[in-house]
């Protein structure tokens, strides 16, 4: 089945830098493109990154253009979100997604906490 395991969340401070890591299993993975989402509490999930399955488009929201960068590793299954000099408006539960034949994957989600 179908699996996206986000990993690299925490605490860091405003300024630093993290890397999520989602790795996927259950799918041919080099045949499809990948997102990232984000959700606070009381809002919606937005798409924060994408990036095509060749991984020669990438897609970014406003609010990080500059400094998160999406990149996928096929040989390992494995979607990357490096997110730079991070705001605390930043701080959100970090997704992994994929639609396959129409039918929508998520992953458990990863916590990012940007605080002093």
């Known amino acids: 089945q179908v699996q996206l395991v986000e990993s690299g969340g925490g605490l860091v401070q405003p300024g630093g830098s993290l890397r999520l890591s989602c790795k996927a299993s259950g799918f041919t993975f080099g045949l499809y493109g990948l997102k990232w989402y984000r959700q606070v509490p009381g809002k919606e999930r937005s798409v924060v990154a994408s990036?095509?399955?060749?991984?020669?488009?990438?897609y970014y929201t406003d609010s990080v253009k500059g400094r998160f960068t999406i990149w996928r590793a096929d040989d390992k299954n494995t979607v990357y979100l490096q997110l730079n000099r991070v705001e605390p408006e930043d701080t959100a539960v970090y997704y992994c997604y994929v639609q396959i034949t129409g039918i929508d994957y998520w992953g458990q989600g990863t916590q990012v906490t940007v605080s002093s």
């Open positions: 990036i095509n399955a060749a991984g020669g488009y990438t």
